[in-house]
């Protein structure tokens, strides 16, 4: 398997632009997760998904933020209006059952 | 959301030394994960466990379950350079079904 997809590795765009962060999890994978690092918070969860359904979205910062997932093999997080403190790395997550979570290389986003 | 305090924050330590660090959680967690972060990559899973006083190994790495279920520990046995990164203890409790992190610790390891 060729583990969790990330797509872009890195977005670089406008404030007030709209971004879409990718992820393909590992297939066979019912749980898939959101994650955001920053030097200054650490690894913070934002939203993950059970069977394709949002099961805990109290880590999204707010309504700018919104995520999908329309099948099993994909999910989308979008940020609109972007602003440049929404500038980290998001990563994507997929897991068996809950338990050990395989991570994406990450998409680095910068807001400028 | 929870918080997994880690320590040490940072190592130093010379190419061949042992190397120890723990995780505490104020909660009980059924399942204790540590992974590590190379630069610009995510990080990768070394080590799960699911028992309270579990001692589990891969290679040169060995980490415990807590007895208590509320800790873990990491060792990493004759360092190299190739260990420097960023390790981060994951605690996942059946309740809410999520993992939470602890703030990393970053080892150098110097040749």
């Known amino acids: 398997d060729a583990g969790v997809i990330q797509s872009p590795r890195h977005e670089v765009t406008e404030m007030g632009q709209e971004v879409t962060l990718r992820c393909k999890p590992i297939?066979?994978?019912?749980?898939l997760f959101w994650y955001r690092q920053t030097m200054m918070r650490g690894l913070e969860l934002l939203i993950y998904?059970?069977?394709?359904?949002?099961?805990?979205d109290s880590g999204m910062p707010e309504d700018r933020f919104s995520a999908k997932m329309p099948n099993a093999s994909f999910s989308t997080l979008k940020i609109q209006p972007s602003e440049p403190r929404d500038s980290a790395v998001y990563f994507c997550?997929?897991?068996?059952?809950?338990?050990?979570?395989?991570f994406g290389q990450g998409t680095r986003l910068t807001v400028v | 959301g929870q918080q997994l305090n880690q320590s040490p924050q940072s190592m130093f330590i010379q190419e061949g030394e042992d190397v120890s660090m723990n995780c505490t959680s104020s909660?009980?967690?059924?399942?204790w994960l540590w992974y590590k972060q190379d630069p610009g990559e995510g990080p990768v899973l070394l080590i799960a466990?699911?028992?309270?006083?579990e001692l589990t190994s891969n290679g040169r790495l060995t980490a415990q379950f807590g007895i208590t279920r509320k800790d873990s520990f990491l060792n990493i046995s004759a360092s190299i350079p190739s260990d420097v990164g960023i390790y981060f203890c994951?605690?996942?409790?059946?309740?809410?079904?999520?993992?939470?992190f602890g703030t990393g610790t970053s080892l150098t390891v110097i040749p």
């Open positions: 997550a997929s897991s068996f059952w809950g338990l050990e979570a395989f």
């Open positions: 909660s009980i967690f059924n399942t």
């Open positions: 994951a605690g996942h409790a059946k309740t809410g079904n999520q993992f939470y």
């Open positions: 466990l699911y028992k309270a006083g």
């Open positions: 998904f059970n069977n394709n359904v949002p099961i805990d």
């Open positions: 297939s066979g994978h019912d749980y």
